[in-house]
């Protein structure tokens, strides 16, 4: 559970929407460089700190666009590539298993 969760909740940034909102209850008048201050260890929600989400969700993204295209073209690859027809015909010409004694 926590694979499937772990990421989303990293890229949604749940914990920094409800500092954010902790922030703002606490802190109800504050003036625009004063929201930018680290206040109680809590950052900013547009302040991400070390963490950087543009190169981290470029990445992942990447990597999902790139399995999702190969899940939709995969079975078509495979139906095409891998299950060759073998021409048979009637007039006997063509001597291949079956038609072996």
């Known amino acids: 559970m926590k694979s499937i969760l772990g990421l989303g909740v990293e890229l949604v940034r749940t914990l920094s929407i409800v500092q954010s909102g902790v922030r703002y209850l606490l802190f109800p008048n504050s003036t625009l460089p004063g929201k930018r201050l680290v206040r109680l260890g809590m ?3 547009d302040d991400p700190g070390w963490f ?6 470029a990445q992942d993204m990447l ?10 073209v995969a ?3 495979h139906q095409l590539y891998v299950y060759e027809s073998v021409p048979r015909s009637s007039d ?4 291949d298993s079956s038609s072996r004694r």
């Open 43 to 45: 950052r900013a929600i």
């Open 92 to 95: 006997g010409l063509c001597l």
């Open 63 to 72: 990597v999902v666009v790139i399995s999702v295209v190969f899940a939709v």
């Open 75 to 77: 079975p078509v690859v």
């Open 52 to 57: 950087p989400f543009h190169k981290i969700l």
